[in-house]
C-alpha cells in the first residue's frame, strides 16, 4: 500500500534520526530533522562513546534501503571473543557458526555517513535548532536559543522523537496522566580508553576480536577500529573499594592499570593519560509507555527504550524499530492510527526483552566468563548445539544472528538456563559433561519442555 | 542536641508541608511555606479526593507536636470494614483489637486546620507563588507568573519539597545523571461519588464503619464525613467491558449502579449526578532515588513516594518521615550532611514496602474479600492470632495499628502468606479449619521459620 506524502519532523540527527529519514524519504515523505548539535561532519568528533557492534537486525534494515555493502566499508567482522584471564595466555570463543559475526564500527564515522545518506535521499537537516517545546495534539514544534527566548514555531503533520535517552519529545509526554516512566542507573560508570595503532597502521591485539578482561565487579573491553586503534571501555564501580572514586592521580591510575590488566602494560602510558582526559559516563536503561500519541507523534530508538550496552543491541534494537514502523507502513498505508499503534503494542515487548539481556548480560561478561562453572556450563551447551543445532540454539545467537523477536530469545533463554541449571547438579558433572548421560538428560528435559 | 536556626523554605503548603512546618518551627527555624495554588481556607475545596484514614503513624506524627487530640475532634473512627456483597445481608469484619480503629477525615478540613496550626506555630505563607526552578547546589528558588516571566530569586539555606507526586523540586533532581525514577500507572481510575446525609443530618450507613462494595476487577467504598455525608469512590477501570469508557451518558451509568451496586439504589439520582460532575482521575505509584541534595534540599511525603490509596497510608507514610527527621535533628544537631543520609537510607526500603503493599492491597479488597476461600484463610488466620497473639499479627495490624518498619511488616506478611498458603492445601480445609491439626500445623511451621 502507498502512502500520501506527509510532512514529517524527526527531532535528532543520530543513528536512528538518519536512517528513519532515509527510509521515510523513499515512501515519499518531505522530511526535516532537527538537532540541536552542530552537524558532526563539521566538528571533530569527541568520540565519548562505545564502538557499535551492528549485528543481523542492524544488518536487515540497512540491507532494506540498498546501505549495507556501503556501512560494511567501515566495520570489521569480529567473529569471537578473546579473553584475558590473568595468569593464562588469551584464549579465543567462537560467537556463533561459520561466518557469523558482530562487526564493529565506529559511531561517529557512522553517524556522519548516515547523515550524508539521509540528505542524498533528499532529507533536510536543521542543525542548531534545539526543539524547546512540543505540542502533541496539532505536531506543532518551537525552537529558540533558550527556554525563555523567542520560539519560533513550526507546523506538521507527523513528529518522530529520535533523540536519545533524555529524549525532549518524551518529556512532554510524560507529563501527561497515565504515561508510565522508569529510568535507572547502574553503579558501574564507563571511561573510554585508547590503544593506538603499530607505527605501521597494524592492530596491536587481533583485529578479528571482541576482547575482554573480566575482573568480577569490572571488567576492560576493547573493539578494533579501521585506523589500526583499539577503542576501549573500562566499566567500574563509581563507588567502592576498587572504583573511579578511588582513582584520583596518575600514580593511583598506574597501579590500577598494573594490578589488574598486567597485559596491556605496554599501554599503560597511553591509557593512564586517557583516564584522566575523558569524561566517566554513567548508564541508563529506560522504560515508557506509550510510545505514540494519536497519529502525530512517536519514538523511535533510545527515546523509547534506552538499554545498558552489555548486549550491543542499542542501536540495532533502534534500527529494527524502523524496519517493523516499515513494514506496518507498507501494509497500513494512511491509517496511521494503526500503524502507530501496532508499532508500539509489537515492539515494546521486544525492547523490555533486550533491557532485560543487557541489564543481565553485564553480570555475565564481568564475573561469570571468568567462572570455571559457568564455563563447563557453556561448553556443555555448545556440544549439545553443535549434535543437535535444531534444539538448541543459543540465546546469544538468537539475539545476535536471528531476526526472531528479542522477547522469544529472552523466554526460550530462560528456560534453556533452567534446563541447565538441572544439568550442573548432576554428580561428577565435571568428569562426565561429554558423556551420552549428559547428553540423554538432556533431550529428556527439552522434551518435557515441550510437552508442557 | 539543639540546632543553630536556619532559613528554610518548604514547597507545597499540604499536609506534610504544614506538618513539616510546625515541626521546625518547634525547632526555632524561620520558615516560608510557598505553593502555586491559592490559600485552601479561602476557597470552596473542590473535594477531589479520597477521604484520609488517620492511623497510628499519622496520630504518632500529630501527638508529638500537640495536635493529636485537635485533629480527632475532625475525624469519625472506624473499626471495622462492611462489606457489601450483592444478594447477601452487609457483614462487618474487626480491624483489629478492641479498641483499635482507623479515623475517616475529610483532606480538606485537615489540611485547613494543619495550615492554621503552622500560620500559629509562626511559619509565613506564600500562597499563589509558583516555583518555577530551583538551584540545588545553593538552596534558590526562583518565582514568577510563568516559565517565560521574569523570576523572582531567594536565598535559603534548606529547601524542602513536599509538592506531590508531581514535584518540582524532584523534577529539578531527576535531571541529574544517576537519579532513579519510576511512574506506574494503574490501568484503574477514580471517581468520587457522595451519598447526602439524612435530612436530620445523621448517617445514612453505619458511621463507624469502612463501607467496601467488593465486585472483582472494580469496586466502590464509602467513608464518613462529619456533616452526617459519604465520600464514596468508585474504582474503575479506564477500558474494557465494564469501565469508565463505557458509561457514557446517564442512563448508562443508572444501569450500572443498578447492576452492581443495588443496595444504594436510594442513591442512584445523586450518585448518577456526580459521575458526570466530578472528573476521572488516575492513580501512580511514583518511586525515586536519591530523596536528598547535600546538605542542602530533601524531598519529604508524596514528593519522594507516592503510592496508590487503597492501604490509606499515603498521608501517615508522609507524617512518619517528619517524625524520622525529627529524631535525626534531635540526635544530629547541625550536621545535617548526617541528617539527610540517614533520612534517605532509612526511610526508603520502607515507602518501597508499603508501595508494594498498597499496590497488593487493591487486588485483595476488590476481589479477595468477596472469594470464600480468602475468607476462610482469614478465618484461621484470625482464630490463630486469637489464641497465640504473640505468635501472629496480622500484617494489616502491623502497617495500621503499629510503630513497627513498613518493610518488617512487608517481611512478615509474606512469610505468614507462605505459610497460609500450606496450610490452606490440607485436606479437607474446609471442614477442619478450627481442628487442633491445623493449629499445630501452623505451629510447626512458624517453629520452622524461626529455626531459619
Known amino acids: 500500500m502507498t502512502q500520501t506524502s506527509k510532512n514529517i519532523a524527526i527531532i535528532g540527527s543520530g ?19 532537527f538537532d540541536r548539535r552542530p552537524d558532526i561532519r563539521t566538528i571533530e568528533f569527541s568520540g565519548r562513546s562505545i564502538n557499535l557492534a551492528m549485528s543481523n537486525r542492524g544488518w536487515k534494515s540497512l540491507r532494506k534501503v540498498g546501505l549495507e555493502e556501503r556501512i560494511k566499508e567501515i566495520a570489521i567482522p569480529l ?59 496539532d505536531a506543532k514544534i518551537f525552537t529558540g536559543e533558550s527556554e525563555k527566548s523567542e520560539w519560533k514555531e513550526y507546523q506538521f503533520d507527523i513528529i518522530f522523537g529520535c533523540d536519545g535517552a533524555f529524549s525532549r ?12 516512566y522508569s529510568q535507572d542507573f547502574l553503579d558501574v560508570g564507563y571511561k573510554e580508553l585508547t590503544i593506538p595503532a603499530n607505527p605501521d597502521g ?28 583499539f577503542t576501549c571501555t573500562l566499566f567500574l564501580p563509581f563507588e567502592g573499594e576498587v572504583s573511579f572514586e578511588k582513582i584520583t592521580n596518575k600514580a593511583e591510575a598506574t597501579g590500577f592499570f ?69 513494514q506496518l507502513m507498507e501494509t497500513h498505508g494512511d491509517d496511521w492510527d494503526t500503524i502507530f499503534k501496532l508499532y508500539q503494542e509489537q515492539r515494546k515487548p ?43 540454539i543459543p540465546v546469544y545467537s538468537r539475539v545476535t544472528f536471528s531476526e526472531r523477536p528479542y522477547a522469544e530469545a529472552l523466554a526460550i533463554g530462560d528456560r534453556q538456563e533452567e534446563i541447565m541449571q538441572q544439568i550442573m547438579q548432576m554428580p561428577n ?24
Chains 1, 2 share one sequence.
Request: aromatic share 12%; charged share 25%; with cysteine.
Open 258 to 326: 598494573k594490578t589488574y590488566f598486567p597485559n596491556v602494560r605496554k599501554e599503560i602510558e597511553n591509557l593512564t593519560s586517557d583516564f584522566f582526559k575523558n569524561p566517566t559516563s554513567a548508564m541508563v536503561t529506560m522504560k515508557c509507555y506509550p510510545w505514540t500519541y494519536w497519529n502525530k507523534v512517536a519514538l523511535v530508538g533510545d527515546s523509547a527504550h534506552a538499554i545498558v550496552p552489555f548486549y550491543g543491541q542499542g542501536m540495532n534494537a533502534g534500527f529494527e524499530d524502523i524496519f517493523m514502523l516499515n
Open 202 to 229: 597494524t592492530h596491536k591485539l587481533n583485529k578479528n576480536s571482541f576482547h575482554i578482561w573480566p575482573r568480577g565487579r569490572f571488567m576492560l573491553i576493547a573493539m578494533p577500529n579501521i585506523d589500526g586503534s
Open 429 to 452: 558433572i565435571e568428569e562426565q559433561w561429554d558423556s551420552e548421560a549428559v547428553e540423554k538428560k538432556l533431550l529428556g528435559l527439552l522434551n518435557n519442555i515441550e510437552g508442557h
Open 79 to 137: 567473529d569471537k571473543r578473546a579473553m584475558h584471564v590473568n595468569e593464562k595466555p588469551v584464549y579465543f570463543q567462537k560467537y556463533g557458526k561459520e561466518g557469523e559475526a558482530i562487526w564493529s564500527i565506529s559511531r561517529g564515522i557512522l553517524n556522519k555517513k548516515m547523515i550524508d545518506f539521509a540528505e542524498e535521499a533528499g532529507a533536510k537537516f536543521r542543525f542548531n535548532e534545539k526543539v524547546w517545546d512540543v505540542s502533541l495534539p
Open 169 to 180: 519529545v518524551r518529556h512532554k509526554m510524560q507529563r501527561r496522566s497515565r504515561f508510565d
Open 15 to 33: 543513528l536512528v534520526g538518519s536512517l528513519l529519514a532515509i527510509y521515510l524519504r523513499k515512501l515519499g515523505h518531505t522530511i526535516t530533522v
Open 350 to 392: 521486544n525492547a523490555d526483552a533486550i533491557a532485560e539481556l543487557s541489564y543481565r548480560n553485564f553480570v555475565e561478561m564481568s564475573s561469570k566468563t571468568a567462572d570455571p562453572k559457568f564455563l563447563l556450563q557453556k561448553k556443555i551447551e555448545k556440544r549439545f548445539a553443535q549434535r543437535h543445532p535444531d534444539k538448541w
